[in-house]
């Protein structure tokens, strides 16, 4: 069973940064396919970014500003986030699929979630 534990979240200034970590237990973070989502405008939480394999697709709101890294040896998952603007103020969650060959942004693909944590821009 994964667990995961994210944190790092914040208020900070237009422009600044943020780095977010999740924290993967209950399995070896090398054998996931793991991503960050944010809770979004409509009913399903938006993808942001995805890794697999070191691998990694960003969404297009955040291409060149986000990137997401996975420290296996400490087994967190983590999201930097340079130049944000006011629109990526929203809860963020992690994500992961174990035995997973493909990344993929969307929400239905993941079987455990954090709890999330809050970044306000």
């Known amino acids: 069973h994964v667990q995961l534990v994210e944190s790092g979240g914040g208020s900070v200034q237009a422009g600044g940064s943020l780095r977010l970590s999740c924290a993967v237990s209950?399995?070896?973070?090398?054998?996931?396919?793991m991503g960050w989502f944010r809770r979004g405008p409509g009913q399903e939480r938006e993808g942001v970014a995805s890794?697999?394999?070191?691998?990694?697709t960003y969404a297009d709101s955040v291409k060149g500003r986000f990137t997401i890294s996975l420290d296996s040896a400490k087994s967190t998952l983590y999201l930097q986030m340079n130049s944000l603007k006011p629109e990526d103020t929203d809860m963020y969650y992690c994500?992961?699929?174990?035995?997973?060959?493909?990344?993929?942004?969307?929400?239905?693909?993941?079987?455990?979630w954090g709890q999330g944590t809050q970044v306000t821009v």
């Open positions: 994500a992961a699929r174990p035995q997973c060959l493909a990344r993929s942004l969307s929400q239905g693909w993941y079987d455990f």
């Open positions: 209950g399995y070896d973070a090398l054998y996931l396919c």
């Open positions: 890794i697999n394999d070191r691998s990694t």
